[in-house]
């Protein structure tokens, strides 16, 4: 599967921001999506992850209440609604497509096997 990550900006702490991801290849509808994050000089953190039906979402407790993933298989696309951000939620932000089979941890990076390239996002205080 393809995915391209898109709706990056510069906003000021406390602003809202939507990124999308859009996927295309291998049938959207039937694999979890997730959100990654990476700051400079730090290792890539898991941020949400929705299943394939959208019908179960789950978080990093650091955006909890603040950040939303949703998906709309019919476009096949996947979106993460940034509210209430902070100035230590700037990263670039990876969407992920989780690989099939059983999986142990969904926190892990490993568990995804496609990786869109990115989109960066910062907040100024």
């Known amino acids: 599967v393809q995915l391209q990550a898109s709706g990056g900006g510069t906003v000021q702490a406390g602003d809202s921001l939507r990124l999308s991801c859009a996927a295309s290849g291998r049938t959207f509808s039937t694999y979890a999506m997730g959100w990654f994050r990476q700051a400079p000089g730090k290792e890539r953190e898991f941020v949400g992850r929705i299943s394939w039906s959208g019908l179960s979402t789950y978080y990093t407790d650091s955006v909890k209440g603040r950040f939303t993933v949703s998906r709309d298989n019919a476009k096949n696309m996947m979106y993460l609604q940034m509210n209430s951000l902070k100035p230590e939620d700037t990263a670039v932000y990876y969407c992920?497509?989780?690989?099939?089979?059983?999986?142990?941890?969904?926190?892990?990076?490993?568990?995804?096997?496609?990786w869109g390239q990115g989109t960066q996002v910062t907040v100024s205080s």
């Open positions: 992920a497509a989780q690989r099939s089979g059983q999986v142990v941890d969904m926190r892990r990076s490993d568990e995804y096997d496609s």
